[in-house]
């Protein structure tokens, strides 16, 4: 198996102390190129900086940039472990992991938006009153009144992270698979959600968006007062995010299915 050959290494990191420590390890060990010079990306932090730093390097990354992160935050799902010794070995042997983004259209009171999000497109109650929300999935509604707290969206790879915590499915990465999951379903009751076909597209409308006001976010992007929501992969972005050769994705995925 061929090896991989990141010699010019770009660092990010978040504000917390670990990761700004660590910032200044690495750099003053393998030097800090600018981002559009780099081979590779690495972003020091936890599972929300990595969806900020792609956001941020979504251009540079769906161009080619990979992006390798080291956890210098809480849970690190999207993460490999820290270390400061065996960085290039490490970066040699990683493997290869594509990633496409879900690609959110809303109407709200302050117009139309469109945004991405790399884990989950997720509708959220406003104030105390459930949201009456409806669904359909490619142009035939499912759900003609869904009460709930909200519902969402999530990728495979963002089915571990605010999916899994509302009893969604855990999706293997690959299987070209969307999860469609309630959060704290009212009526109908025992309905636990969908697997949907990474080609599908979602509609949500807000039933009765002045009494009951519904909020969309894509990933930590808060959107208030929506009436009316798509969803979709957005398949011209393909980002490539690298992992220690024995800590891929694809096995903290399978992992997390056997977890008790």
């Given at each position: 198996m061929a090896l991989n050959t990141y010699e010019k290494l770009a660092f990010v990191a978040s504000q917390k102390p670990d990761a700004q420590e660590a910032l200044k390890i690495l750099t003053r060990k393998y030097g800090n190129q600018d981002a559009a010079n780099a081979d590779v990306l690495i972003a020091l932090g936890g599972d929300g900086f990595m969806l900020q730093t792609l956001r941020r390097y979504t251009t540079l990354v769906q161009r080619g940039l990979p992006v390798y992160g080291m956890n210098r935050g809480t849970v690190g799902f999207?993460?490999?472990?820290?270390?400061?010794?065996?960085?290039l070995e490490r970066l040699s042997k990683a493997q290869k992991t594509t990633v496409r983004p879900l690609k959110m259209s809303a109407e709200a009171k302050g117009g139309h938006f469109e945004d991405l999000a790399f884990n989950e497109i997720s509708l959220f109650r406003q104030t105390q009153q459930a949201a009456h929300i409806s669904v359909t999935v490619d142009g035939h509604q499912r759900l003609e009144k869904l009460i709930a707290d909200?519902?969402?969206?999530?990728?495979?790879?963002?089915?571990?992270?605010?999916?899994?915590?509302?009893?969604?499915?855990?999706?293997?990465?690959?299987?070209?698979?969307?999860a469609l999951t309630p959060i704290s379903a009212?009526?109908?009751?025992?309905?636990?959600?969908?697997?949907?076909?990474?080609?599908?597209?979602?509609?949500?409308?807000?039933?009765?968006?002045?009494?009951?006001?519904?909020?969309?976010?894509?990933?930590?992007?808060?959107?208030?007062?929506?009436?009316?929501?798509?969803?979709?992969?957005?398949?011209?972005?393909?980002?490539?995010?690298?992992?220690?050769?024995?800590?891929?994705?694809d096995e903290k995925i399978l992992r997390e299915q056997f977890s008790t």
């Open positions: 999207l993460m490999n472990a820290y270390g400061e010794d065996d960085l909200g519902i969402l969206v999530a990728t495979p790879a963002g089915s571990t992270a605010y999916n899994l915590s509302a009893h969604g499915p855990v999706v293997p990465l690959g299987s070209r698979i969307l009212f009526r109908p009751r025992r309905w636990r959600g969908a697997l949907l076909n990474a080609n599908a597209k979602v509609e949500f409308s807000v039933l009765d968006p002045v009494r009951r006001p519904v909020s969309v976010s894509a990933d930590n992007q808060e959107i208030r007062d929506v009436s009316y929501v798509t969803v979709v992969e957005e398949r011209s972005k393909k980002l490539s995010l690298l992992f220690d050769a024995d800590h891929g994705l």
